[in-house]
């Protein structure tokens, strides 16, 4: 661990504990010196008062090394502007996490741990400015919704339609969502479950989670007409155009999303590589688009589908987690994997790509969590 790494995590121990108190504090604090900055933040803040800092505390801890997330931050900052996030206010959230934490560890904090705090902040804060300044393209855009469909207990499918202008992305990309009808500045990210077409559409695959504020209202709220906000595209899932290794796709449930994209991206030029899916669940109900996937791999020779369930015995197929169905089959020695979906379901697939030692350099991943 390097020392500034060793400084930051030291240091946060100090307040750890307080961590509701922390958040308390820094709101109040970037509220009370700019209280036209609380319009930024969503309505009702108590379910949520410590995502921001969560996220900037994470971020500072393990972006200990800024520059091989460049592109992730530039990415970050980008998307910051669909908050309304200006290059000043960086300044202002930087203060207030710096005044939060002294005051919150007391005796115990010292100049080291306050510099280390400072210089980690401004790099990424800096970073991530950059990347906002760099983009031509407007800070988000309404999309409106032109089929919303019901898939099992609780997926919908839909698709939408950018108004103003295109959205350009990569197939395996995710965008940010914000129904303001419904949840007003409250943005989630979602992964584009098409490549992109002449038509500009775009297809997303929600889950509602129980208490999930956006996926519920996304499920089982929204109607065909209503109009989203979709900001800038993220993420680095992509495919490798130059690469000739066959190809090992591992989604759970709508982790299927960027998986679909990527499919689809492949049967525009794919000839040579042959691409294997697997498609995880717990139970039948939520394998919400295998007919399909199935329809593809029929048309498709050099496409594979292996559909299988966690919990549901009477399921004819492959019974486990997906990350033990993959390794039923193989070798694996050799392909380009994709994972995606929920944070234990890539991390279990992980640990057991490395048990069967894949190399991490040919893995790309996203999680719906941090893991
Ligand atoms: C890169 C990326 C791509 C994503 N792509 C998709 C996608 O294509 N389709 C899709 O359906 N979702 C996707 N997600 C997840 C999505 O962004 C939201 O996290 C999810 O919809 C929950 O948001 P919410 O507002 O409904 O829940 P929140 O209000 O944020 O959370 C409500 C409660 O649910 C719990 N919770 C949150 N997330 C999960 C989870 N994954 N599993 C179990 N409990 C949880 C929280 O702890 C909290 O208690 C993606 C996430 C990431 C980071
Ligand atoms: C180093 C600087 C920063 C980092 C690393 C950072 C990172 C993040 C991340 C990762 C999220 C997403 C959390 C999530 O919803 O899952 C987030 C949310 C947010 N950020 Fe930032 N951010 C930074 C600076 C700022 C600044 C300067 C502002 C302006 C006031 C800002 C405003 C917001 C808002 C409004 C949200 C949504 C909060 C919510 O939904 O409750 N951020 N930030």
Not at 157 to 166: A, S
Not at 231 to 250: E, F, I, N, Q, Y
């Amino acid at each position: 661990m390097g020392n500034l790494s060793r400084l930051l995590k030291e240091s946060w121990t100090l307040v750890e504990e307080q961590q509701d108190k922390v958040a308390g504090y820094f709101y109040a604090r970037i509220f009370l010196s700019n209280p036209h900055l609380r319009n930024l933040f969503p309505v009702t803040m108590d379910v949520q008062r410590a995502r921001l800092l969560g996220a900037i505390v994470s971020a500072v801890q393990t972006l200990d090394d800024p520059d091989r997330f460049e592109e992730y931050l530039r990415q970050l900052g980008r998307d910051h502007r669909k908050f309304h996030v200006e290059p000043e206010h960086y300044e202002v959230v930087g203060e207030a996490l710096l005044e939060a934490l002294r005051t919150f560890a007391g005796e115990s904090w010292s100049i080291e741990y306050d510099q280390a705090w400072g210089d980690a902040y401004n790099v990424i804060a800096k970073k991530m400015i950059a990347g906002a300044e760099a983009d031509p393209n407007p800070a988000f855009w309404h999309a409106e919704v032109l089929t919303h469909e019901r898939r099992a207990r609780d997926i919908a499918v839909m698709t939408c339609r950018p108004l103003q202008y295109p959205l350009e992305y990569r197939a395996g990309q995710y965008v940010s969502v914000e129904a303001p009808r419904y949840q007003p500045r409250l943005w989630r990210t979602y992964s584009m479950a098409n490549a992109p077409n002449k038509e500009g559409t775009i297809e997303f695959h929600v889950r509602a989670l129980g208490a999930g504020w956006v996926s519920s209202a996304l499920v089982r709220r929204v109607q065909v007409g209503d109009l989203l906000r979709v900001a800038a595209p993220m993420g680095t899932m992509t495919l490798d155009r130059k690469s000739t290794r066959d190809v090992v796709c591992v989604a759970g449930g709508t982790g299927l999303a960027p998986v679909k994209a990527l499919i689809e991206e492949l049967t525009r030029y794919n000839r040579t590589r042959w691409v294997h899916v697997f498609f995880g669940a717990k139970d039948r109900d939520d394998l919400y688009d295998l007919p399909e996937l199935n329809k593809l791999a029929a048309r498709y020779p050099w496409l594979s589908v292996v559909p299988a369930c966690s919990d549901d015995r009477n399921f004819v197929g492959e019974q486990g987690n997906i990350g033990e169905v993959v390794a039923r089959y193989g070798p694996w020695g050799d392909h380009d994997f994709f994972v995606s979906g929920s944070a234990s379901m890539v991390k279990n697939t992980l640990r057991t790509l490395a048990e069967l030692k894949v190399p991490a350099v040919r893995i790309k991943y996203d999680t719906f969590g941090d893991i």
